[in-house]
C-alpha cells in the first residue's frame, strides 16, 4: 500500500488548510488511516485518526481539537484533514498513515503504512 499526502503549505496564523491522502489500494477490510506530523526535533506526535470499520469514528489530539477535523472516503481509500484557525506550533511535516487492523491507535507504531509527508509552515 502507497500513500500519497498533498495539501501543504504556507499559510498565515489563523488561515486553513486542507490536507489529502490517497491509498493506492485498501489496507485491509478493515482498517483506519490517521494524520502525524512531527516538527524539526520534535518526536512525531498523533493528530487525528479515523476508523473505516467504522465511518463515525473519529480520534483527535487534544492540541488540534475544535480547530481540525479529519474525514475520509472509503470508495477513494482517502483521507483528509480540514485545518482551520491554525497556528504557528502548528508547522510541521505531515504524514498520514494506515494501519490494517483499524485500531485507529495514537501511537504511531500502530501503523503499517506512511506516506512521504507534506510540510505545513503557519507564519505569525
Known amino acids: 500500500v502507497q500513500l500519497q499526502a498533498s495539501g501543504g503549505g504556507l499559510v498565515q496564523a489563523g488561515g486553513s488548510l486542507r490536507l489529502s491522502c490517497a491509498a493506492s489500494?485498501?489496507?485491509?477490510?478493515?482498517?483506519?488511516m490517521a494524520w502525524f506530523r512531527q516538527a524539526p526535533g520534535k518526536e512525531r506526535e498523533f493528530v487525528a485518526a479515523?476508523?473505516?470499520?467504522?465511518?463515525?469514528?473519529?480520534y483527535y489530539a487534544d492540541s488540534v481539537k475544535g480547530r481540525f477535523t479529519i474525514s475520509g472516503d472509503a470508495a477513494r481509500n482517502s483521507v483528509y484533514l480540514q485545518m482551520n484557525s491554525l497556528k504557528p506550533e502548528d508547522t510541521a511535516v505531515y504524514y498520514c498513515?494506515?494501519?490494517?487492523?483499524?485500531?485507529?491507535?495514537?501511537?504511531?507504531?500502530?501503523?503499517?503504512?506512511w506516506g512521504r509527508g507534506t510540510q505545513v509552515t503557519v507564519s505569525s
Open positions: 498513515a494506515a494501519d490494517s487492523f483499524g485500531r485507529s491507535s495514537d501511537y504511531p507504531r500502530a501503523y503499517d503504512y
Open positions: 489500494e485498501r489496507a485491509s477490510s478493515d482498517y483506519a
Open positions: 479515523i476508523s473505516f470499520n467504522d465511518a463515525s469514528t473519529y
